[in-house]
C-alpha cells in the first residue's frame, strides 16, 4: 500500500518512489505487476500527474520499471531490480571514493554510520 | 385438434410453441415456455392477463420500494446491513456508505419501475407478451438494467473525498477483475460461452446429419442468442475496464475497503449479465439437441433454459457484499497511518 502524507518534508514523489521500490524489494508488487496509470494513481493520491510521471521516471531510469508505450508501466522482469540499483549506487559511491582517495575501510565506516543514521 | 405434434403434424396453434426439428416427415415441437406445463388450463388470454398481473405487482413492488428509499434512515439501515455482511466497520466511513448506497438503490428502483411500466404496456399489446416465458424477458431486462445502473453509479459517484492535507493511500498496482471475484463468478460467464459455442456447434451437426431443419425461434435463440452474448461479452469487457480504471481516492484502508466492496459488486453485476446471456441459447440448444433424439419429456426441456436464470441468479447474489479475503486490506486507523 502507497501511503503519501502531504505533510511530510519528504517530497510526495520522493515518498512514491520510495515506497515503490520498497513495493518491489517487499514482493508486494511482483515482476511484470501492471502499475497503476499516471492519472490514475495521481488522481488517488492527491497529487499532480507530473509528481507521479517524475517517480515513474526515475523508477524507470533505475530500470525497477518498464514503460511499454501505451501498454502502461510494469515491474521490471528482471529477478531482482532493487537489488541491480543498490549494486549501481555503490558502484557510482566506489566511484567517488577513489577520486576523493579515501581507502576501503573509510569508506565502509561511513557507509555504516550512514546506514545507521536516523533518516 | 391434438395437442400432439406427432399426430397433429403441426405445433398447437392455442399456445405459443415453434418446431424445432422437422425429420423424416415428424414435427417435434419445443415450448419456449411453460405453457405446456399447464396447457389443460391456460391459454393466451390467461397467459397475457397473467404477465399484466405480475408487472402491476412487480411494479406495485417497486414504488413501495423506491418510497422506502426515500425514507430518513433507510440508508443508514442499509449501510448497517451491508456493513454486517461484509465484516467491514462503519466507523467514519457511515455518511458516504449511507449516501452512496441511497443513489445506488433510489436509481435501480427508478429504472425498475420504468421497465415494469414499460413491461405492462408491451405485455398488454404485443403477441409476446400472452407467453408466459414474457416475464423471465422482463427478469433478463431487469437484469442488464441492474448491471448497467451499477457500472454507472460506480463510475460517477465518488464514495470518499479526502481533504488536501490528508494522507492518501493507495495500491501499487493496477487491479483486475480477478482480485475482486472467485473463481466460480469469474469464471462461469466464459465457461458457459464456451458451451454455448460447443452446443451451437452441435445442433448445427445434429442438423445436418439427419437432415433435420431446425425451427425458426429455435435457431433466433440458439444462433442470435449466442451472437447476442458475444456482444455483451465484448461491451462487459468495456465496461469493467471502465470499473477498474477508475481511481479510488481514500485515506485509509477502511475507505479502500468499502470502494473495493462497492467495485466488487458492479463487477458481479457485469459477469452475472454474461452468464444469463450466455445461458439462454445454451439451454435452448441443449433442449433441441435432447428433443431431436428424445422427443418425450418435452415439457421439461421446454422450461430448461429458464432453469438456470434463478441458479445463476442466486450463485451471483450470494457472492455479493462480501469483500474477497485475499481484497481485504488490514484496517488500519487513521492515526496509524498518519
Known amino acids: 500500500m502507497i501511503v503519501i502524507d502531504p505533510a511530510s518534508p519528504t517530497p510526495p514523489f520522493e515518498q512514491l518512489r520510495a515506497q515503490l521500490v520498497a513495493a518491489v524489494a517487499s514482493g508486494e508488487l511482483a515482476p511484470g505487476d501492471r502499475l497503476p496509470t499516471v492519472r490514475r494513481l495521481a488522481e488517488e493520491l492527491g497529487v499532480a500527474p507530473g509528481t507521479v510521471a517524475r517517480a515513474y521516471r526515475e523508477l524507470e531510469t533505475a530500470e525497477v520499471i518498464v514503460t511499454r508505450g501505451r501498454h502502461g508501466s510494469f515491474v521490471s522482469l528482471d529477478r531482482d531490480p532493487v537489488l541491480r540499483q543498490a549494486q549501481r549506487a555503490a558502484a557510482a559511491f566506489a566511484d567517488q571514493i577513489r577520486l576523493l582517495r579515501l581507502d576501503a575501510d573509510e569508506a565502509l565506516a561511513l557507509v555504516t554510520a550512514a546506514l545507521h543514521a536516523t533518516p | ?338
Open chain 2, 1 to 338: 385438434m391434438s395437442r400432439d405434434p406427432v399426430r397433429s403434424g403441426r405445433c398447437d396453434p392455442g399456445f405459443v410453441t415453434y418446431p424445432v426439428f422437422v425429420s423424416e416427415g415428424r414435427l417435434v415441437c419445443i415450448d419456449t415456455l411453460i405453457q405446456n406445463v399447464y396447457k389443460e388450463d391456460m391459454d393466451a388470454v390467461f397467459a397475457r392477463t397473467f404477465n399484466v398481473a405480475v408487472m402491476s405487482a412487480m411494479t406495485l413492488v417497486a414504488i413501495g420500494m423506491l418510497l422506502g428509499t426515500l425514507r430518513p434512515g433507510w440508508a443508514q439501515g442499509k449501510a448497517l446491513r451491508a456493513a454486517y455482511r461484509a465484516g467491514l466497520p462503519l466507523d467514519g466511513v457511515a455518511p458516504s456508505v449511507s449516501r452512496h448506497l441511497a443513489v445506488l438503490y433510489r436509481t435501480r428502483m427508478w429504472v425498475l419501475l420504468a421497465i415494469m411500466l414499460a413491461g405492462i404496456v408491451l405485455a398488454a399489446t404485443i403477441p409476446a407478451g400472452s407467453t408466459p416465458g414474457f416475464s423471465w424477458l422482463i427478469v433478463i431486462a431487469i437484469l442488464a438494467a441492474a448491471s448497467i445502473t451499477s457500472v454507472i453509479v460506480q463510475v460517477r459517484e465518488r464514495l470518499f473525498r479526502p481533504t488536501p492535507e490528508a494522507v492518501r493511500i493507495a495500491r501499487p498496482r493496477s487491479m483486475r477483475a480477478a482480485d475482486y471475484l472467485g473463481g466460480v463468478t469469474r469464471r462461469l460467464p466464459y465457461v458457459l460461452l464456451a458451451m454455448t459455442f460447443l452446443a451451437a456447434a452441435g445442433m448445427t451437426v445434429v442438423q445436418m446429419l439427419r437432415s433435420a431443419s431446425i425451427g425458426p425461434l429455435v435457431a433466433v435463440i440458439a444462433y442470435g442468442g449466442l451472437a447476442l452474448a458475444v456482444v455483451v461479452a465484448v461491451l462487459a469487457r468495456g465496461a469493467e475496464r471502465t470499473v477498474l480504471g477508475r481511481p479510488q481516492p481514500a485515506s485509509n484502508t477502511l475507505e479502500l475497503a468499502w470502494d473495493d466492496l462497492f467495485r466488487a459488486d458492479a463487477l458481479l453485476d457485469l459477469r452475472q449479465i454474461v452468464a444469463v446471456a450466455a445461458w439462454i441459447p445454451l439451454g435452448a440448444s441443449l433442449s433441441a439437441l435432447v428433443m431431436s433424439y428424445m422427443p418425450s419429456p418435452q415439457d421439461q426441456l421446454a422450461l430448461f433454459p429458464w432453469w438456470g436464470l434463478p441458479c445463476i441468479m442466486c450463485a451471483y447474489s450470494f457472492a455479493a457484499g462480501r469483500p474477497r479475503p485475499g481484497i481485504h486490506p488490514v484496517i488500519v486507523p487513521k492515526e496509524a497511518i498518519a
